[in-house]
Every structure is written in structure tokens, then in C-alpha cells.
């Protein structure tokens, strides 16, 4: 009832629609700016818990990591993640990162999260203005590749 009531009352499917215009835009146009890197899939929505698309090159790849650009819902805001193919990557690679100091948060579960690594943004930035929101993504991503061009598992 109470989601009945939200679509009736307010403009929440209007504002879920505008989202999902946003996130395609920024996915669309990283590709373009980030030819290197190969995009994979669409847009996954979570459930409302986190919307997110993500991207690999051939060094991560070969590293069973990839980047995913994430929206998380509820506290309405964009978060770069670092994360595994899989949870035995993620394992791996936290197993590696979690007695080094990094500027990125480090997941506290790689069995129970879904990124090794992540980068909030800025919480408070205007979403409504693409271009930045594209601009702070890829710089967060590329933060993260370079950080991780010199980490190796074994």
C-alpha cells in the first residue's frame, strides 16, 4: 500500500525514470571517453538498494577485478567500487589490502559486500549537472586503476 500510495502521491516513477536517463548518460558517455575499457552489460537496478554498470581492461581482467560505478538509493549517492569477478577474487584481493594503508574505503566482508575498494562522492554534488557527476566518476575510476596497476595477488 505504501508503494501504491508513492506512485499516486508523488512524482516517483517520473524521478526513477529521469534517474535511469542520468545513469545511461554516464555509462554512454565513459565508454566513449574510457575507450580502453570494455563495458559490460547494461544498467543493473538492485532492487532499489543500488543501481550500478561496470567496466574492465585487460589488466584488471587478467586480475579477475573490474570497476563498477554504483548509485546507492539510500543514501543518494555515486560510489566508485573496485571488486572482484567473483568472491574468491574479492577474497583474494582483500586478503592482500587489508593490512595496508589505502585512500579508498576497504570493504569489511569481502563475503558479504559487493567491492574490495570504493570512493564515495561528494554526497552534496548537483546530479542534475552531468557533466561534473561524469568528470568525479572517472576520476575516482582512474584513481582506482592506477592504484591497482601495482597490486598483485599471488
Avoid at 579477475?64 to 560510489?79: M, S, Y
Amino acid at each position: 500500500m505504501t508503494y501504491k500510495k508513492l506512485i499516486q502521491t508523488t512524482e516517483l516513477e517520473k524521478s526513477y525514470q529521469e534517474f535511469l536517463r542520468l545513469f545511461r548518460f554516464l555509462r554512454v558517455e565513459l565508454e566513449k571517453e574510457m575507450p580502453d575499457y570494455r563495458f559490460q552489460g547494461n544498467i543493473v537496478e538492485n532492487g532499489m538498494d543500488y543501481s550500478y554498470f561496470q567496466f574492465t581492461n585487460d589488466t584488471l581482467k587478467k586480475k579477475g577485478l573490474k570497476i563498477a560505478v554504483t548509485f546507492v538509493h539510500r543514501d543518494f549517492q555515486f560510489e566508485v567500487w573496485l571488486s572482484g569477478f567473483n568472491r574468491k577474487f574479492q577474497c583474494r584481493y582483500y586478503e592482500l589490502l587489508k593490512d595496508t594503508k589505502q585512500p579508498f574505503f576497504l570493504t569489511g566482508d569481502p563475503n558479504r559486500s559487493d567491492y574490495i575498494l570504493r570512493i564515495p562522492l561528494d554526497q552534496t554534488m548537483d546530479i542534475s549537472d552531468g557533466g561534473r557527476v561524469l568528470s568525479e566518476i572517472k576520476e575516482a575510476a582512474l584513481r582506482l586503476l592506477g592504484y591497482m596497476e601495482g597490486v598483485e595477488a599471488t
